[in-house]
């Protein structure tokens, strides 16, 4: 009985990782797109690649849902809340520019603290 308890465990402990890596790279993909989904919603006048990389980036975020909590359990961070936010915030015109650039802002700064733990973790 003791062995099936730690392969559960250790089942439990690959499938936590597995999702901590998943999320990681959905927030790395999420820094980059966001911002660049801002800047092309706020260009004075848009060409037809434009309306087409604002359309794929919006696709990603519609077609994905996510438990927005997971962050916080997981590595103790609102950030797929702040991703959500910011999403919502692009997507929504009665937000103004300013709101927006202060949502992506918080969300770069959330970045950034996360990708310095991981990198002081990787470091040990």
């Known amino acids: 009985?003791?062995?099936?308890?730690?392969l559960l465990t250790t089942l439990s402990i690959q499938r936590i990782n597995d999702a901590v890596l998943v999320m990681k790279?959905?927030?790395?993909?999420?820094?980059?797109?966001?911002?660049?989904?801002?800047d092309l919603q706020q260009k004075?006048?848009?060409?037809?690649?434009?309306?087409?990389?604002?359309?794929?980036?919006?696709?990603?975020?519609?077609?994905h849902s996510f438990d927005p909590a997971t962050s916080d359990v997981l590595i103790n961070s609102p950030i797929l809340s702040m991703v959500r936010d910011s999403?919502?915030?692009?997507?929504n015109p009665n937000?103004?520019?300013?709101d927006r650039n202060n949502k992506i802002l918080s969300l770069q700064n959330e970045y950034k603290r996360l990708q310095d733990n991981w990198n002081y973790a990787s470091l040990n």
């Open 44 to 63: 004075p006048s848009r060409d037809k690649a434009d309306l087409q990389k604002i359309d794929r980036i919006i696709e990603v975020y519609k077609n």
């Open 25 to 38: 790279h959905f927030i790395e993909l999420s820094n980059k797109l966001l911002p660049i989904l801002n």
């Open 87 to 91: 999403f919502n915030a692009l997507s």
């Open 95 to 98: 937000f103004t520019a300013e």
């Open 1 to 6: 009985m003791r062995a099936n308890q730690e």
